[in-house]
Nanobody, 123 residues
Framework: QVQLVESGGGLVQPGGSLRLSCAAS????????MGWYRQAPGKERELVAN???????NYAESVNGRFAISREYVSNTVYLQMTSLKPEDTAVYYC?????????????????WGRGTQVTVSS
């Protein structure tokens, strides 16, 4: 079983910055992609950014140039540095990780979600 622990959300004024972190732990054989999604009230969950094992990144157009995702391989932690925050960035941010976990004598694919952390951008 793989657990994700998120931290770093909060209230920030427009133009401000926040840094989210998410640490994965448990029976992890390997991690493929780590990423962040967000869900605003009344809207569907959407991808914000993700980073693959090789370091390639993918960003939503709405955050490109303002957010930066990074990954620490030793600790299985992913970060999301958010700058120039806007009120429309207000949402619950969820960490998402996929990879392989041990199950019995074999390894199987897993995809885990964090519980979410609230980010509110308001003056």
């Amino acid at each position: 079983q793989v657990q994700l622990v998120e931290s770093g959300g909060g209230l920030v004024q427009p133009g401000g910055s926040l840094r989210l972190s998410c640490a994965a732990s448990g029976s992890i054989r390997s991690i493929n992609v780590m990423g962040w999604y967000r869900q605003a009230p009344g809207k569907e969950r959407e991808l914000v950014a993700n980073i693959a094992t090789g370091g390639s990144t993918n960003y939503a157009e709405s955050v490109n140039g303002r957010f930066a995702i990074s990954r620490e391989y030793v600790s299985n932690t992913v970060y999301l540095q958010m700058t120039s925050l806007k009120p429309e960035d207000t949402a619950v941010y969820y960490c998402n990780v996929n990879g392989k976990t041990r199950r019995g004598w074999s390894y199987v694919d897993f995809r885990s979600w964090g519980r979410g952390t609230q980010v509110t951008v308001s003056s």
